[in-house]
């Protein structure tokens, strides 16, 4: 067997304490260790961003980081994003209401995505084409787009940046 | 039907009853499925396209701590009751079924053809045995192109076949000979197509666990789980109550996971025999490799005009590289075929399609299903003719798009449920007429000069096509109220992002005056339904749709007898909503359905009140007869680079008509996708090969799929013109957006580049491939 390397890493505000071969990515680590499966595997070569989780509050693809790389960091997934009793958050809801989903397989990392150009966004209005370039990296076959180009604008107006 | 069906809940775009675990990462896709002693599956696959194989060495494999089995053919063939995997779909134009076999052994006929398979405790384990499997080979000759293939001097891409030509079919009607003599134009072109593939974003993938009590349970990342089940009955030899296949959260399908694949009879059948549960998850590299695709077709082919421009006759040769086995029988290239006709009136047609077997992973449907091809070659020949004629494109079109009176329309072509092609409903005449308002057509002119006096080249183009969907021979659906008033719906229909639980739920719902929300629904679990296809052709809302709208109005109406009698009121005085039946006008005189089940669940040794058959339930396997079919006409204005070969899409409108519709959110989701795959199919997404039959293209860095960024925002208007054919006069939606785009855009860029009289043959147009055509024409002396 392998040598294995412990690793504490803090994932929606709970330390997991493992002990991982040096060589398992971060979506497995989420996946197959520590059972939060809404983080998805499309690629496993960095284009999809169906893995994108934040680490430090920034999105990485989580297939092309390893576990042991964020010992010690924080982890942000889309388990950690609704509300405890499962209300959903704004970006959840604005997904929903504007039908930006429809197999999920990729949402989870669209979430992560939008989720992260709302911290980033200064309190400012996005433009359509400002979105459409920052959620470039995230593939989708499904929705052709529209549905969460819509959500993100909604929740990327200053009115809306605040709540959560 | 005297009722309006389209109550409450019906026609609205109401919410998906799916979102909400999806959007909490709540989903149970295949790979999220946790099993105790679950082992992990990897497999070795094919490194050369073509090859006899001589030698395998699993020792060192096998020796590999943490490796429990590894299963070569000879290992695996006694576990099956049949040495191939029975997948024939009867078809009087295939000369020779290649069914594949579950592991390849002797010849192997692509890369990525599944070899052998290791079994151990992690993925990783698996893929290390794998590394250590050795393969001997003697390579052969391969065969790349359908065209060449057919040829009578080819080499073989099967030695255990007699020749290539794994199917023939002529498609033929009225007198082609005497129009062609007769024509005042004809056109004449050859194009070919490379096709997107289904990327599904999940990919495939497949888990397996025998119970104690012998019970082979099943899930499957799968379009078609009773196929599913049927096949895994019959290649291990089990009984139908043995088996179990559940498709869970499916991550997109788009095709190729309507293709029953060799890994979902390998895995069960080692589970069979390990008597552990086992997990295969393909990666994407082997989605690459592996999973079945469309492919490459050439189509050879002439029109026939009269001297109005209307269309007299077309006739052709149709070459479909079909892959190296026929897991899906020909559809894929009859769709195409016969889509070609499209909206338009064609006295005469006459086409020859050779299916070609050739060393490239099967091919298979994927969505549009080969009716984007064949719209794509009318609509190519529709405008060289118009060029030819000097006739406006829409003009050209409007001479021959049939016209509502002559609704419906029949053509003389058999389909494969015996009936003749006919299309039920739709004004295809005012569908393009709608297009070309909401794009400002008549507009563009201006728009397009004054933007080439900045030096820039825009181009508008139009795309008219139909579309068969709803095909059968029927799908099931069952609805059932507890005596706790909760709604139970189960159906054969099966789900990969389109909907289905909130389709079926909201029909129901509307019928009973509820909320979908609260009608609990399960899709694709052969265990919640005995009888069921799945999702291919654009069918489950036509045919599950109207199956739980028939099954609930029975349930409606028999709990409207039931309460009848116990409120001492007459059934026609009776309404339902909000799962109360109440005396119209006085609501405080009800029943709630909860009650009605519970007096229809009997008590022990008392009559049925009433009467009545027991039970609150009913289940009905609609037949929904011949297709029904969806139309619709596309508008896209590009801008073209020409120093670069660049295409942007700046506009893009579609008017569309699915019949009735029951969620038009929904249908817009679906329309927008389509669009969008049409795109990539268009502009982007190629499937390349080198000449020894290995895949180059197997990244998302390297075939590229649509992005945010290169989708223009698409406008979708709608017309409704209800099918007669089912009681909700719905038609289907998932797979129309695709068949109009890669015409429409080629027309536009053609258009864009008028000066140059570009044409465009081949497909994707990608920017090198452009550029060498603007080269090529600005090399002739001609100045964008």
Redesign the interface.
Same mark, same amino acid.
């Given at each position: 067997?392998p040598e294995l390397y412990p690793v504490k890493i803090h994932v929606n505000g709970t330390t997991y304490e493992r002990r991982v =071969?040096p060589?398992?990515h971060l979506a497995d680590f989420l &996946?197959h260790e520590i059972?939060?499966? #809404?983080?998805? +595997? #499309? !690629? =496993?070569?960095g %284009? !999809?961003g169906?893995c994108t989780v934040l680490v430090d509050g920034a999105s990485v693809r989580s297939c092309l980081m390893l576990a042991v790389q964020t010992d010690g960091r924080s982890v942000d997934? %889309?388990?950690g %994003?609704?509300a405890a009793d499962?209300t959903?958050n704004p970006v *959840?809801a604005a997904?929903?209401?504007h039908?930006g989903? *429809?197999?999920?397989?990729?949402?989870?990392g669209i +979430?992560m995505t939008i989720t992260e150009m709302r911290k980033e966004s200064g309190g400012r209005q996005w433009t359509?084409?400002e %979105? &459409?370039?920052a959620?470039? #990296?995230?593939? !989708?076959? !499904?929705? #052709?787009? *529209?549905?969460?180009?819509d959500a993100a604008l909604e929740v990327l107006t200053p009115l809306n940046l605040g709540r959560d | 039907m005297t009722d309006n069906p389209f109550q409450s809940w019906m026609s609205k775009s109401v919410p998906r009853v799916e979102d909400d675990r999806l959007l909490q990462g709540r989903g149970k896709f295949l790979d999220d499925i946790r099993l105790d002693r679950l082992l992990m599956a990897a497999f070795v696959r094919s490194p050369v396209a073509h090859a006899i194989l001589k030698k395998i060495n699993l020792d060192a494999a096998r020796a590999l701590p943490g490796v429990r089995a590894v299963f070569s053919y000879n290992d695996l063939r006694p576990l099956l009751s049949l040495d191939r995997i029975p997948l024939a779909l009867p078809s009087g134009a295939i000369r020779f079924d290649v069914d594949p076999p579950a592991l390849a052994h002797e010849e192997i006929c692509y890369v990525g053809e599944p070899i052998a398979v290791v079994i151990a405790e992690t993925r990783a384990i698996a893929e290390d045995a794998v590394a250590l499997v050795e393969l001997e080979f003697d390579p052969l000759p391969v065969v790349m192109d359908p065209r060449d293939g057919v040829d009578k001097d080819a080499p073989k891409a099967r030695l255990d076949c007699p020749d290539n030509l794994v199917a023939r079919h002529v498609l033929k009607y009225g007198n082609g000979e005497a129009a062609f003599a007769a024509a005042a134009h004809r056109v004449k072109d050859c194009f070919r197509l490379n096709k997107g593939g289904g990327h599904s974003m999940e990919p495939r993938g497949i888990v397996a666990r025998v119970d104690d009590d012998d019970l082979l349970t099943v899930w499957d990342s799968t379009q078609m789980p009773h196929r599913a089940k049927a096949i895994l009955v019959n290649a291990l030899g089990l009984s139908e109550e043995k088996v179990r296949v559940i498709a869970p959260d499916v991550g997109g399908g788009f095709g190729p996971k309507a293709v029953f694949h060799p890994e979902e009879l390998v895995i069960p059948a080692v589970a069979l025999k390990l008597r552990t549960p086992v997990k295969w998850a393909e990666d994407r590299f082997e989605s690459f490799t592996a999973t079945v695709q469309e492919r490459v077709q050439i189509w050879d082919m002439e029109a026939a005009f009269d001297a109005e421009g209307k269309l007299l006759a077309i006739r052709g040769q149709l070459f479909h590289d079909h892959g190296a086995a026929t897991p899906y029988g020909v559809a894929l290239p009859y769709n195409a075929a016969t889509n070609l006709i499209g909206p338009y009136a064609l006295p005469a047609y006459d086409l020859e399609i050779l299916m070609c077997l050739t060393n490239m992973v099967p091919a298979c449907p994927t969505r549009g299903a080969g009716r984007p091809q064949g719209t794509f070659v009318m609509e190519r020949l529709l405008d060289r003719a118009a060029d030819e004629l000097g006739l406006a494109r829409e003009e050209i079109r409007q001479r021959n798009l049939i016209p509502l009176e002559q609704m419906p329309y029949t053509i003389p072509v058999i389909m494969r449920d015996g009936s003749t092609m006919t299309y039920d409903s739709g004004d295809y005449p005012e569908c393009q007429r709608r297009v070309l308002e909401a794009a400002g057509w008549s507009e563009f002119d201006k728009r397009r000069d004054a933007a080439r006096r900045d030096g820039r080249f825009l181009g508008i183009g139009l795309s008219n096509y139909v579309e068969g969907t709803g095909r059968g021979p029927f799908e099931s659906a069952s609805i059932r109220v507890g005596p706790s008033g909760k709604i139970m719906v189960s159906s054969g229909a099966t789900a990969q992002g389109q909907g289905v639980k909130s389709m079926l739920a909201q029909i129901s719902a509307g019928v009973l005056g509820m909320n979908p929300k609260d009608v609990h629904v399960v899709d694709g679990d052969t265990n919640a339904t005995v009888l069921g296809l799945g999702a291919f052709a654009s069918r489950q809302a036509v045919t599950a749709g109207n199956a739980i709208y028939l099954a609930t109005r029975r349930v409606a109406e028999k709990a409207r007898a039931m309460a009848a009698h116990m409120l001492e009121a007459s059934a026609d005085d009776l309404e339902i909503a909000d799962g109360n039946i109440f005396v119209k006008g006085v609501p405080q005189l009800k029943v709630t359905l909860g009650d009605v089940s519970k007096a229809l669940s009997g008590m022990p040794g008392y009559a049925i009140p009433g009467g009545m058959e027991p039970g609150l339930e009913a289940a009905v396997d609609f037949q929904p007869g011949p297709l029904t079919y969806t139309n619709g006409s596309h508008v896209a204005e590009v801008e073209v680079d020409p120093d670069t070969g660049a295409v942007k899409i700046t506009r893009y409108v579609v008017v569309h008509d699915c019949g009735r519709m029951i969620n038009p959110m929904m249908v817009e989701g679906q329309v927008l996708g389509g669009v969008v795959h049409g795109i990539g199919a268009t502009l982007l997404e190629w499937m390349r090969y080198d000449d020894q039959g290995q895949p180059a293209t197997v990244t998302y860095a390297d075939y590229l799929l649509p992005t945010c960024d290169v989708v223009p925002r698409i406008e979708i208007h709608h017309m409704e013109s209800p099918t007669p054919l089912n009681p909700l006069g719905v038609k289907g939606a998932a797979e129309s957006g695709t068949i109009g785009a890669p015409a429409v855009i080629v027309s536009a860029i053609e258009d864009a580049l008028r000066p140059l009289k570009i044409r465009i043959r081949d497909l994707p147009v990608t920017p090198a491939r452009l550029r060498a055509l603007i080269a090529a024409a600005q090399g002739k002396g001609a100045a964008p």
């Open positions: 067997m =071969e060589r398992m &996946r059972d939060l499966t #809404g983080t998805h +595997i #499309g !690629c =496993e070569h %284009v !999809c169906a997934t %889309v388990e %994003v609704a499962g959903l *959840q997904l929903s209401k039908h989903l *429809q197999c999920g397989f990729c949402t989870p +979430i359509e084409d %979105v &459409r370039a959620l470039s #990296g995230n593939l !989708c076959r !499904c929705t #052709g787009y *529209q549905g969460m180009v | -």
